[in-house]
């Protein structure tokens, strides 16, 4: 069996105050035993608030789809990591490549923010990924390597229980294209060998879930790959039946 399973579910810009709480509410009710999973909703910011108090009695948690660097300030529409930790927030996922690719945001603005929120009590989700270009260039071991030395700049201790690392295919998010499990175990393992390298032992230690259009079909193969810690899901995470399933396939390794 392996260590525990990480299901973070980020509904992007989904879901409205209300369905959000009815999405949960019925969840809690269906899956009444997570086994070895842990479980996470990543809802818009307009309901952090509703799903961390619908969830309060609850072993679910809850996370932010993105948060800035600073604490405080002149940041028309951003949101700090004080903010979160206030009402409850847990989790905040970085470095999404939706950020990196339509937003523009660089490896320095990513690794303030990891910085800032490694400071915190909220737990950062590290997304990185190549795109197909880059595979198809043989570039995928460099993109990956450039962007944890880049994203974890000046950070010199892990706690591998206050941190998650997403590998998400830049080429497969959203596209239905899941990546091979050979493709997903190499990626994970070259992950795994940077952290170690920048980490020793406790980067062996951080968990490293995979992202790229994962479904209820596909879910099983690749939880059993070896290196893979669980899952961060888009769009199978905005449906009970299948967010459900996929819970209960990985709950038991």
């Not at 809690?28 to 009695?57: E, H, M, W, Y």
């Not at 909220?122 to 198809?136: H, M, W």
């Not at 994970?188 to 951080?206: M, P, R």
Request: hydrophobic content about 40%; proline content about 2%; charged content about 20%.
């Amino acid at each position: 069996m392996k260590s525990t399973c990480i299901v973070a579910g980020n509904w992007k810009m989904n879901k409205s105050n209300q369905d959000g709480k009815s999405f949960v509410s019925e969840i809690q009710k269906r899956i009444l035993d997570k086994g070895n999973a842990k479980v996470i909703f990543c809802p818009p910011f307009t309901s952090l608030f509703t799903i961390v108090d619908t969830l309060k009695s609850s072993d679910f948690s809850v996370g932010a789809q993105n948060v800035h660097n600073e604490l405080k300030g002149a940041y028309t529409g951003e949101i700090s990591v004080n903010m979160l930790n206030s009402i409850g927030v847990e989790y905040a996922i970085i470095g999404h490549s939706d950020r990196r690719h339509t937003f523009g945001e660089l490896d320095d603005f990513i690794n303030k923010k990891i910085i800032t929120t490694s400071k915190s009590n909220v737990i950062p989700i590290f997304c990185i990924g190549e795109t197909l270009d880059q595979r198809k260039s043989g570039l995928t071991g460099k993109i990956l390597k450039d962007q944890i030395e880049l994203g974890l700049k000046n950070i010199d201790n892990i706690n591998p229980e206050k941190f998650i690392l997403a590998y998400e295919p830049v080429w497969a998010i959203g596209t239905g294209e899941t990546a091979s499990t050979l493709q997903v175990e190499e990626a994970h393992l070259k992950i795994k060998t940077n952290l170690e390298t920048l980490f020793g032992s406790k980067g062996l230690d951080v968990p490293i879930i995979y992202g790229g259009s994962v479904n209820e079909k596909n879910a099983e193969s690749l939880i059993n790959i070896d290196g893979v810690n669980g899952f961060l899901i888009g769009g199978a995470s905005l449906e009970i039946d299948s967010f459900c399933n996929i819970v209960n396939i990985v709950k038991n390794f």
